[in-house]
């Protein structure tokens, strides 16, 4: 029977309407069995329509071939093609493709990361006048909304990129980064309701608004268990014996605890105090050994928390470098690159 003359609509009743209709103009896009690229899905979405199309081809379409990363997300966090779709089915990284239009200017969700550490949403905004041109120093005005529960941030950063990473133009990434301060496993529903463009302003004084709307975005992000290590063991670090008591690693973060009073004694080596939150450079993960041998060196590691409680030290950081945490066997800190062994 032809495939494209299937009434595909009784082989598959229980998928929703908007999933039909996608199957069906994939379908009707076939040459030579090769199907052409479905645009702006989300990730749960992408999930029936791969699994549909497999049952109706007879062919393997995964959810990580549709969805490819954006190449702006890429530059914060890189990962081989293999990494990527390891992100996008284990739903570390979704893609939002949600698209609103007010008041002359078009804002479009693109890219969600995301574990129980750290979050990365991508926008971009495009203004339909052209002579309206875009800088770093522009801004965008929104609020953030929780609905399931309470802000789980204990910092949120808020940019467009600079011009080294995309030139001056009517268009431009916007990014929002954020540092849970409870790190869960929990996943996460947003609402980002943006109010208004705004000029670049002076100092801690806001710009005026450019262009005023109404653009508001539902995000409902799912994060990743993190592979925990139980250490309690002693490791020399910058010439000091260190007892490490844990480490956990997700593909994007890495959490460390410590006894207390082995990290004062590098505070004083390092002649920093990090109650006045001074950086203990020694306890730095400057890479990832993995089993093999390979090395996987952080040339944009960022340190999110680091603090003393209950006779502990803690640190997370999020990597810039996405690993593969199956094929670790060590962690490589400070300059020296002391190793901290995962069993």
């Not at 990743?224 to 002693?234: A, L, Q, S």
Request: net charge negative; charged share 25%.
């Amino acid at each position: 029977m032809d495939m494209k003359k299937k009434n595909w609509y009784d082989e598959f009743p229980e998928v929703p309407e908007h999933v039909h209709q996608t199957v069906l103009s994939t379908l009707a896009g076939l040459d030579d069995r090769k199907v052409k690229k479905v645009k702006r899905m989300k990730k749960n979405k992408i999930i029936i329509l791969a699994a549909a199309m497999t049952a109706v081809l007879g062919m393997t379409v995964s959810a990580s071939e549709i969805f490819k990363w954006n190449k702006q997300a890429q530059e914060v966090f890189e990962a081989d093609e293999e990494q990527q779709k390891e992100l996008v089915m284990d739903q570390i990284a979704q893609e939002a493709y949600q698209t609103i239009s007010d008041g002359g200017l078009t804002l479009q969700a693109i890219q969600t990361i995301q574990d129980n550490n750290c979050f990365y949403a991508l926008f971009e905004i495009t203004a339909a006048d052209e002579s309206i041109q875009i800088t770093p120093g522009h801004n965008m005005e929104f609020t953030i909304d929780y609905p399931d529960g309470s802000d789980p941030f204990s910092m949120l950063n808020w940019n467009f990129v600079d011009e080294h990473r995309q030139a001056v133009s009517n268009s431009r990434y916007f990014e929002i980064t954020g540092t849970k301060q409870n790190p869960g496993e929990e996943d996460l529903t947003m609402k980002i309701q943006f109010t208004s463009l705004n000029a670049p302003g002076e100092k801690a004084v806001a710009g005026s608004p450019v262009l005023e709307g109404n653009w508001e975005f539902a995000l409902n992000l799912h994060t990743t268990k993190p592979v925990r290590y139980e250490i309690n063991k002693d490791y020399q670090i910058a010439g000091c014996a260190v007892t490490v008591k844990t480490v956990e690693l997700t593909p994007i973060s890495v959490k460390v605890t410590c006894e207390e009073e082995d990290i004062r004694q590098l505070e004083t080596l390092e002649g920093i105090n990090l109650d006045q939150a001074d950086t203990l450079r020694s306890l730095f993960v400057n890479g990832i050994r993995y089993e093999d041998g390979t090395v996987i060196e952080e040339m944009g590691y960022q340190e999110l928390t680091a603090g003393y409680s209950d006779g502990d030290y803690t640190k997370t950081a999020r990597f810039s470098n996405v690993i593969d945490v199956d094929k670790a066997s060590a962690l490589l800190v400070g300059d020296a690159m002391d190793e901290i062994l995962l069993p």
